[in-house]
């Protein structure tokens, strides 16, 4: 069937949720992914930074095979070995002490919201439920993490949003400091905002919020749902900062694209947590734990994270080069392998341009587009992305 015959069939049936590229795709590996005509595109989106292993790693559908055959579900009614497992690598690689394993980001933030609503009455009293978060900043679309979210056009149409959720500036510690109160009970951020547009911490602005909140006994919470599983080239972003936080959200790249999403949190955070008080039908569920697991393998041992630090910087210096080239690129922003270039030209039209050329890339704010290739990717594909990008630049 044509491409086009597809797509007519998926807006009939399919909710109108999402401004889609007329493209169906249906298979891939590695880097490269194709569409149901055959056309073959090099992958810079990587399902939104969810594809940390590219499309068809051998052990991740070997291991999952394996597992399915297994067990795929058990509930949380009972313990699951690829789930204690998965908990193991994450807990020994970090400096967290417990997880919660939930579905996906917006989960893994509305775990983190109620976490710190219990531990602020907890450790301070009833009062003490307000929670500051960052303009800019993208948590995802559940009406806790929507409200979490400093943007407005998010959130259009779902007022009354969560009471509590007061915003400061990014990058502003001043702004942050002044919201600070006897209510507050975390401030959540992301170490590297992506969906607002690629924008990374100042390392100075990290440093004085995580001293505010240990001074005041707030939960610093900082949600690496994009940032974080080897974005950086650290496990953590958190670890490129040196700058811990008390607890952590997780999910994107953390099943290579099967979905699972977490929380992780110490020791006197986690506490705030008793039985009854959270769960998820297929939180931590066996397959997505396998799925994590050899994600968190292979990161670890195969020297992935050092390719995301090598490519990453490669990637940044071509980046930069385009930038000395091309007067419409006014910024180039990002860690690792979580890249941004800011144009003076509508990105959406440079995007569509490299689409063409068999090059999928996404954007991120106003005018940004976003390079969130595998972890996986190598230095001729970077080439050959770049060539197409540029290629797109001239015809600008
Ligand atoms: C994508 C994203 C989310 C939401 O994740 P979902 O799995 O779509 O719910 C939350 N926070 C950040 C930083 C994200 O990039």
Avoid at 10 to 35: A, C, H, W
Avoid at 96 to 124: P, Q, T, W
Avoid at 265 to 289: Q, R, Y
Avoid at 357 to 380: C, E
């Amino acid at each position: 069937m044509l491409q086009g015959q597809w797509i007519e069939r998926g807006q009939k049936v399919v909710m109108n949720t999402y401004n889609r590229f007329p493209i169906v795709l249906s298979e891939g590996k590695g880097s490269f992914v194709k569409d149901v005509n055959g056309k073959e595109y090099l992958d810079f989106v990587g399902g939104i930074a969810v594809n940390a292993l590219g499309y068809g790693d051998e052990d991740l559908t070997e291991a999952l095979y394996q597992q399915m055959k297994k067990m795929m579900h058990c509930s949380n009614l009972y313990w699951n070995i690829p789930g204690i497992e998965a908990a193991e690598i994450l807990i020994e690689n970090s400096v967290f002490d417990k997880v919660f394993f939930c579905n996906s980001g917006a989960e893994a933030i509305e775990s983190c919201i109620k976490l710190a609503r219990k531990y602020g009455k907890m450790a301070h009293g009833e009062h003490c439920y307000e929670i500051i978060t960052m303009k800019q900043s993208f948590h995802g679309r559940t009406m806790g993490a929507i409200t979490a979210t400093g943007q407005e056009k998010y959130q259009i149409g779902l007022h009354p949003l969560l009471e509590g959720i007061v915003y400061g500036n990014y990058n502003d510690f001043e702004s942050v400091k002044e919201l600070v109160s006897e209510k507050t009970c975390a401030i959540l951020l992301e170490p590297v905002q992506g969906e607002g547009g690629i924008l990374p911490a100042e390392k100075e602005f990290l440093a004085k919020i995580r001293e505010l909140c240990t001074e005041k006994d707030i939960l610093l919470i900082y949600d690496e749902v994009q940032c974080g599983i080897g974005r950086t080239g650290n496990l953590f972003a958190y670890q490129a900062y040196e700058i811990p936080p008390d607890v952590i959200a997780l999910a994107k790249g953390l099943g290579g694209g099967f979905p699972i999403g977490a929380m992780m949190a110490t020791e006197k955070a986690a506490a705030a947590f008793k039985p009854g008080d959270h769960a998820s039908t297929f939180g931590g569920n066996p397959a997505a734990c396998t799925a994590a697991k050899v994600v968190l393998n292979a990161l670890l041992s195969k020297g992935i994270l050092k390719n995301v630090k090598e490519q990453g910087k490669y990637l940044r210096e071509k980046l930069e080069f385009l930038k000395e080239k091309y007067e419409v690129i006014s910024d180039v922003r990002g860690i690792g392998l979580l890249q941004g270039i800011e144009l003076s030209v509508p990105a959406g039209d440079i995007i569509k341009a490299c689409i063409e050329k068999g090059l999928l890339l996404v954007g991120a704010g106003t005018n940004v587009i976003r390079f969130v290739p595998p972890l996986t990717v190598n230095q001729a594909e970077i080439d050959k992305a770049l060539y197409i990008l540029e290629e797109s630049l001239k015809e600008a």
